[in-house]
């Protein structure tokens, strides 16, 4: 069985930083793209960002750009997102996604098989 943990969520004040991490287990995590998806009070699910296999290729949803980075270690089966300059709209709990269909840079949540439990931040203005 496939299980993701994230962690690192927490209270900061708006233009903070916090860091984000995703334990991935149960099977060979190198071979999947991992995404970061976030889902605010009130709102819907919504794309953050995905990594490739290799850790090279990257794309990110327009309201993080310049501001939020997807990093993977592959011998840690760790995935982590970095976020700076943190604003008030960035509240919301964080999920960590894996996909295990090979190809391609989804932004679809349903193109993702597994998800872990979330982790909350809160931006304080």
């Known amino acids: 069985q496939v299980q993701l943990v994230e962690s690192g969520g927490g209270l900061v004040q708006a233009g903070g930083s916090l860091r984000l991490s995703c334990a991935s287990s149960g099977l060979p995590y190198s071979r999947d793209a991992m995404g970061w998806f976030r889902q605010a009070p009130g709102k819907e699910r919504e794309f953050v960002a995905i990594i490739s296999t290799s850790g090279i290729n990257t794309a990110y949803a327009d309201s993080v750009k310049g501001r939020f980075t997807i990093s993977r270690d592959n011998a840690k089966n760790t995935v982590y997102l970095q976020m700076s300059s943190l604003k008030p709209e960035d509240t919301a709990v964080y999920y960590c996604?894996?996909?295990?269909?090979?190809?391609?840079?989804?932004?679809?949540?349903?193109?993702?098989?597994?998800w872990g439990q979330g982790t909350q931040v809160t931006v304080s203005s």
């Open positions: 996604a894996r996909r295990s269909t090979r190809g391609g840079l989804p932004t679809d949540g349903r193109s993702y098989d597994y």
